[in-house]
C-alpha cells in the first residue's frame, strides 16, 4: 500500500515537470523564430536570392488556376548592372524620402491618414524598405499578422542591409507585368534589351506601372501610365537624379 501511494503522490509532480517543460519550449518558440529571421536577413545581405515568396505564391496561385504552362520571369542583375534612370525612377514613383528615412515614413503615414479619414480614395504609404520586405519574406494581401511581419522584417532590413541594398533587392523582385518580377526581366519582356542599356522614359514607364502591373504595360502604355511616367521624370530630375541615392547608406 505504501508504494502504491508513493506511486499516486509522484504522478501529479511528474506530471507537473513535463508541463513546465513544454512551457520551456514553447517559450523558445518565439526567441528560435526571430533568430532564424535574423540568420535569413543577415544571408541575403550578400546572397542574391533565387527567388521571392511572392514569386512561389503567384506560381502556385497560376496552377491553382488550371494555368500550367505559366512561369516566372526573374534575371537579377546588381545596381551597378543597370541604367541610372532605373533606381532614382523607382524612388520618384514610389518613396521619394527613401534615403532619409529609417524604414517607415511617417510623414507620408500621417498624410495617408487624413487623406483617407477625409474620404478620399484609399491611398497607402509603403516605403521601398517595406515593399522589399513583403515581396522577398512575405506573402500579398492584407491581414495583421502579415503587417506585423511586414514591420518586424522592415526594421531588420534596414538594420542590416545598407540603403543600396535594399534599393538593389527591390528593383529585382518588384513585379513589372504578370509574373515579370525585376528590371531586368521587365527590360527583356517589353523591349528585348538589357537593364543597362534601359532609357530615362523606359525606366519611368516601368516605374509606373508599379500600382497594378498586372493591369498597366510598360510597352504600350496608355493614358495614365504615359501621365505617370512624365511626372516620374519630373520628379527623378527634381530629386536630383541619380545623385540622390547614390550616397544612401
Not at 515614413?105 to 520586405?133: F, P
Not at 495583421?144 to 518586424?152: I, N, S
Not at 542599356?197 to 509606373?208: C, D, F, I, N
Not at 498597366?216 to 537624379?241: D, E, K
Request: with cysteine.
Amino acid at each position: 500500500m505504501g508504494a502504491e501511494q508513493d506511486k499516486r503522490k509522484a504522478e501529479p509532480l511528474a506530471n507537473s515537470g513535463r508541463k513546465r517543460r513544454w512551457w520551456r519550449m514553447l517559450l523558445w518558440v518565439p526567441v528560435l523564430l526571430a533568430a532564424c529571421s535574423v540568420l535569413q536577413v543577415l544571408a541575403l545581405r550578400f546572397v542574391d536570392p533565387p527567388f521571392s515568396t511572392v514569386m512561389v505564391f503567384r506560381q502556385l496561385e497560376a496552377w491553382g488556376q488550371g494555368d500550367w504552362k505559366f512561369r516566372i520571369h526573374y534575371q537579377w542583375r546588381d545596381l551597378d548592372e543597370m541604367a541610372p534612370s532605373v533606381p532614382i525612377s523607382l524612388v520618384a514613383a514610389e518613396d521619394q524620402r527613401f534615403p532619409l528615412h529609417n524604414g517607415f515614413d511617417l510623414k507620408a503615414i500621417e498624410k495617408a491618414r487624413k487623406h483617407n479619414a477625409d474620404g478620399g480614395r484609399l491611398r497607402g504609404a509603403s516605403t521601398i524598405s517595406q515593399q522589399t520586405a513583403k515581396n522577398v519574406f512575405l506573402w500579398q494581401g492584407r491581414s495583421w499578422l502579415r503587417k506585423g511581419l511586414e514591420v518586424w522584417y522592415t526594421v531588420l532590413i534596414e538594420a542590416l542591409w545598407p540603403k543600396q541594398r535594399i534599393l538593389e533587392m527591390y528593383a529585382n523582385v518588384a513585379e513589372l507585368g504578370d509574373g515579370v518580377y525585376g528590371v531586368q526581366a521587365a527590360a527583356q519582356h517589353y523591349w528585348r534589351k538589357d537593364a543597362a542599356k534601359l532609357s530615362p522614359a523606359e525606366s519611368a514607364r516601368l516605374a509606373a506601372v508599379l500600382p497594378s502591373p498586372r493591369r498597366y504595360s510598360a510597352a504600350n502604355p496608355g493614358p495614365f501610365v504615359q501621365r505617370r511616367a512624365a511626372w516620374i521624370q519630373r520628379q527623378a530630375r527634381q530629386l536630383g537624379g541619380a545623385g540622390y541615392i547614390d550616397d544612401a547608406d
